[in-house]
């Protein structure tokens, strides 16, 4: 997968290089973020053999959002849950498929900085049918008092409050790719050693880009002024004189990937069915808003800067505009028109 002949960092290797570049740093972070990646590794085990095992399909019950929850859906968060709970890097987790926070009452969890956020598989609704999905988490620094055990308020911080945001995609290579305020870089999985690979160093997003994601299915239930911006991007004519391109996959970490890394738009508007927005706030348009601005992009509700929303609860939802920089100040002027 990778030329030998040149030194690849591994994730541990570079997380522990940039640990050693940040004045009184503790290495806390970085622990965390191995962490995370280890149970990417377990729930990557299990996405690449889902069709030879009884874990895809439904498990038979719904999760917060009253959404049907899927057998590997269910795997992938007790891994996160079991493999933060086992370390010594966070005080506490929420995740979209629970109700509630989880708070890792013991000496060592308490004395942590850190809480965690997550969606543990994002995409699910595309398990059967092989198309990417993944994992996207955001990391806070607690305001409750060290030592003792975390609070509902940890959590309920703007995006801003992130000191670390990333996302995996299983897809045909495995990708863990995250953030922090020094930059965004990419790690492939590199099976013959187990490990994720530095292969996309310093990630910046494209000011423009050619593709464009929404679901065209609702577009009767948008809003007048995102109608006329969808209309735009249809008739748009790109420099090389070619029509921008619409894709859409119903994975946000397969549609986000891609436009992270080649430019472009993308769209989940408020729709009639879903005033509020559908996309969960805490849980995918935090770290990816937090991701796309570290990287160069933009990411807005329409009416307000995603990173500087309020949470009220912790499954609050969203609309979200976000990608290319130049793309969403375009989309903006339509919005606020």
Avoid at 54 to 69: M, P
Wanted: charged fraction near 20%; proline fraction near 4%; aromatic fraction near 8%.
């Amino acid at each position: 997968m990778f030329d030998r002949n040149r030194q690849v960092l591994t994730l541990d290797e570079f997380t522990i290089q940039q640990y050693r570049t940040i004045p009184n740093a503790t290495g806390e972070l970085s622990t965390l973020l191995r962490d995370i990646a280890l149970a990417a590794k377990r729930i990557n085990v299990e996405v690449n053999k889902a069709g030879l095992v009884d874990i895809i399909g439904d498990a038979g019950t719904t999760n917060v959002q009253g959404e049907s929850v899927k057998k590997l859906d269910v795997y992938a968060n007790n891994q996160m849950v079991g493999v933060l709970r086992h370390g010594i890097s966070c005080a506490g987790i929420c995740s979209e498929e629970m109700d509630d926070i989880v708070v890792f009452n013991d000496e060592m969890s308490n004395k942590s900085k850190y809480v965690v956020m997550f969606d543990p598989l994002d995409g699910s609704s595309n398990i059967d049918t092989n198309v990417s999905i993944g994992t996207i988490f955001g990391v806070y620094r607690r305001i409750s008092e060290p030592g003792k055990p975390c609070q509902l308020n940890d959590f309920l911080q703007s995006g801003l409050k992130q000191v670390a945001a990333g996302y995996v995609v299983y897809g045909s290579s495995t990708m863990f790719v995250y953030a922090t305020r020094r930059g965004v870089n990419g790690f492939t999985l590199d099976p013959s050693i187990g490990e994720f690979c530095l292969s996309h160093p310093d990630i910046q997003c494209p000011a423009d880009g050619k593709i464009y994601s929404v679901n065209g299915g609702y577009f009767s239930q948008y809003k007048e002024n995102v109608k006329k911006f969808i209309n735009v991007l249809q008739n748009k004519t790109r420099q090389d004189g070619g029509p921008l391109t619409q894709r859409f996959t119903g994975s946000m970490v397969a549609d986000l990937h891609r436009t992270l890394i080649k430019g472009g738009i993308f769209l989940y508007p408020l729709t009639t069915e879903n005033p509020d927005g559908k996309l969960r706030l805490m849980y995918e348009c935090n770290p990816f808003a937090f991701i796309m601005e570290v990287a160069g992009g933009n990411a807005s509700s329409g009416s307000q800067r995603i990173l500087e929303i309020i949470p009220r609860k912790l499954h609050d939802r969203t609309p979200i505009f976000i990608g290319s920089k130049n793309m969403i100040e375009e989309c903006l002027g339509y919005l606020n028109s």
